[in-house]
DNA sequence: GTCTATAAGAAGATAGAC
DNA sequence: GTCTATCTTCTTATAGAC
């Protein structure tokens, strides 16, 4: 494996298991099998091993963030999908949601390491917020949005009910994050939220 | 005033602000206004301030639970208070609660530090669940029961409920946390969630 | 590109005077 | 209880051989 990226990967998994400052070169070193004057040949330094994670981070953001406005600016492959939501497939969808972004190895590692350093600058507090509060409230709400006018969701403030599914799933699956040994009594009430929510928001056409 | 309580003080902002790994000794002696050397007289350790922190952290959690359970094992207290629940008055408690957690400084400075040190060890981040996740919905699930039977609000999940309430209060209050500039919207879209929930867990005996 | 040796400095902590 | 001086260790980073 290319040495150059294996320091980003272990880098990574450390930044997101102590924080920055808890991690020492010698440790990056150790974990991708050299010693710690060798990193210097790849980066000039330790920060600039974390903006490189950075990089890489906004780049798979830019990346998503391009082809669910591809796929759902204006909702037409995600319409396709939702065209006949049901309950059921409400709750599919949430879990395999939820199940994805606490699983995914990248995302999970990116989560934490951005949830440790979300104050250290305002552009992580930036970057922070935009991955896990305003995309996933934009991209949910303009779902919603299209349910509401389809018939398939009764009329309402399609932002804020997309802040009430989005915000417990973010929630539980913050506990997970913590506390691993939780996974299935979240996933339990995630179920039970996304039936709730889907009862509660359904249209009064069916 | 006490030094040896200042020590706590401008460790918890600085710790904080930067987290434990990034905040020296040094640091922590200038804001209380003497030299490093002579916190040892006061704490044996860099460690044993932060956890005389967690010691004060745990202390006013407890109290705060006990004083929780005292009036409200029962709801008796908050019985009284939310007999004749409004939706206005919802909004007046969403907002209260969210405008005293996001400005007590000691509330918002022990989150703030809880949040960057949570992955560090187990016992952080049960502490941080107990006190962000739980507890809150503990509470607000016994409200909401209590409203159901009194048939203020529809039969349903109560602990569902509690979780569709807090976590988008929660959500917006980390919002803040990180972008202190957008309290202003993150107070509206409280005011319409809470005004939005209430309409739709609303009895139908009105 | 990796290594050993090492510089340079920072950071936590102690000793002892006042 | 606070200070200056100092110790020790850790940590980042460089030099230069292979």
Redesign the interface.
């Known amino acids: 494996m290319d040495t150059k990226k294996k320091i980003l990967d272990v880098a990574l998994t450390l930044f997101?298991?102590?924080?920055?400052?808890?991690v020492y070169v010698g440790q990056i070193a150790e974990g991708v099998g050299i010693k710690a004057p060798s990193l210097y040949k790849h980066y000039k330094s330790k920060q600039d091993i974390f903006n490189a994670i950075l990089d890489e981070m906004r780049e798979r953001y830019n990346q998503k963030a391009a082809d669910l406005n591809m796929n759902g600016s204006d909702y037409l492959a995600d319409s396709e999908l939702y065209k006949n939501v049901s309950e059921d497939e409400l709750v599919k969808m949430g879990i395999g949601l939820f199940s994805f972004f606490l699983h995914d190895e990248y995302e999970c590692k990116f989560r934490?390491m951005l949830?440790?350093e979300?104050?250290?600058d305002r552009e992580l507090?930036?970057l922070?917020?935009d991955q896990y509060?305003d995309e996933p409230l934009k991209y949910q709400s303009g779902l919603l949005h299209f349910l509401i006018m389809q018939g398939k969701m009764k009329e309402?403030?399609a932002?804020?009910?997309a802040?009430?599914f989005?915000?417990?799933i973010?929630?539980?699956m913050?506990?997970c994050?913590?506390?691993p040994k939780?996974e299935k009594e979240c996933l339990r009430?995630l179920e039970?939220?996304v039936r709730?929510?889907s009862r509660?928001?359904k249209g009064d056409d069916k």
């Open positions: 997101s298991e102590k924080g920055y400052g808890n934490k949830t440790i979300q104050f250290s507090s930036k922070f917020s509060f309402d403030d932002d804020i009910m802040l009430q989005f915000a417990p973010y929630l539980l913050t506990v994050d913590r506390q939780r009430k039970k939220h709730q929510f509660i928001y």
